[in-house]
Nanobody, 116 residues
């Protein structure tokens, strides 16, 4: 069974940084795409950033230039470096792994709160 475990969330002030980590209990190369999503109260879950097996990345317009997604294939981990955080970045952040059959695996989520 595939498990994704996120860590690194917390409470920070606007302008500060956080780095989220996601550890996958399987060979990361089993998955075509790894991604980070977020969901704020009363809102739908949205894509923040994704990275393909080949290293291509996509970012939501709201985080371009501030967030960076990366992967460590040897450690089966995906990271999200978040800089210059804003109050509107406050949400639960979820790690996602999409298999070659397009099945989605999700982590339990980690809370990020940015105070103004």
């Amino acid at each position: 069974q595939v498990r994704l475990v996120e860590s690194g969330g917390g409470l920070v002030q606007a302008g500060e940084s956080l780095k989220l980590s996601c550890t996958i209990s399987a060979d990361i190369f089993r998955f075509n795409v790894m991604g980070w999503y977020r969901q704020a109260p009363g809102s739908q879950r949205e894509l923040v950033a994704s990275i393909t097996r080949g290293g291509s990345t996509i970012y939501a317009d709201s985080v371009k230039g501030r967030f960076t997604i990366s992967r460590d294939n040897a450690e089966n981990r995906v990271y999200l470096q978040m800089n210059r955080l804003k109050p509107e970045d406050t949400a639960v952040y979820y790690c996602n792994a999409r298999s070659v059959t397009t099945y989605d695996y999700w982590g339990q989520g980690t809370q990020v709160t940015v105070s103004s």
